[in-house]
């Protein structure tokens, strides 16, 4: 059974870069059907779409049009790790943060990480 | 972006209840619509996916239909393990975009 895993610092200063790994088990993150996801969510708040990457496509990588230029989706493979950077952070961008496995035929993120609450802060 | 606009934006209901949730798409998405359920301090759990299919594991009690920009996720019957937070989200295109929720509280 697919499982991720969230982890990072859970506090963050203003004007940093926050940065987040998702730990993949139970399966490939190299599977040409899935790409993997970043979705975040406001404390009390509503879901927010970061960004995703299929690591099968050259140029497969989407970000959000308001966090792009400040925000980084990779992988390592051998590590089976997606990763999350977010620079120039602010109080904005405290959430809690989740990772996704995404359909490239269905649309949709299954399954999701436990999520991490990241919070920013001076 | 295309926006996606949900309705209402809390029901209160009971036990055995019919509930239906309305989602409608600020332009044409086809069946590209995904209907996701959450409970407090947890991730959303996928519930139907290209509108009506619905996901396995998930109880026949939900169902979801529509196409092109209005969309409704219906519970049958509500249960005492269905009050949560459900949202929509479309997948036709870059960026993906969520609705803002509907909470579905107890009468």
């Known amino acids: 059974q697919l499982q991720l895993q969230e982890s990072g610092p859970g506090l963050v200063k203003t004007s940093e870069t926050l940065s987040l790994t998702c730990s993949v088990s139970g399966g490939s993150i190299s599977s040409t059907d899935y790409s993997w996801g970043w979705i975040r969510q406001p404390p009390g708040k509503g879901l927010e779409w970061i960004g995703h990457?299929?690591?099968?496509?050259?140029?497969?990588?989407y970000y959000s049009l308001s966090l792009r230029g400040r925000v980084t989706i990779s992988v390592d493979k051998s590590r089976s790790q997606v990763s999350l950077k977010l620079n120039s952070v602010t109080a904005a961008d405290t959430a809690l943060y989740f990772c996704?496995?995404?359909?490239?035929?269905?649309?949709?993120?299954?399954?999701w990480g436990q999520g991490t609450l990241v919070t920013v802060s001076s | 972006d295309i926006q996606m606009t949900q309705s209402p934006s809390s029901v209160s209901a009971s036990v055995g209840d019919r509930v239906t949730i309305t989602c409608r798409a600020s332009q044409d998405i086809g069946t590209w619509l995904v209907w996701y359920q959450q409970k407090p301090g947890k991730a959303p759990n996928l519930l139907i996916y290209?509108?009506?299919s619905l996901q396995s594991g998930v109880p026949s009690r939900f169902s979801g239909s529509g196409s092109g920009t209005d969309f409704t996720l219906t519970i049958s019957s509500l249960q005492p393990e269905d009050f949560a937070v459900y949202y929509c989200q479309q997948a036709q295109t870059f960026p993906l975009t969520f609705g803002g929720g509907t909470k579905v509280e107890i009468k």
């Open positions: 290209l509108a009506s």
């Open positions: 990457i299929n690591i099968n496509y050259i140029g497969g990588t």
């Open positions: 996704a496995r995404y359909s490239d035929s269905t649309g949709c993120f299954d399954p």
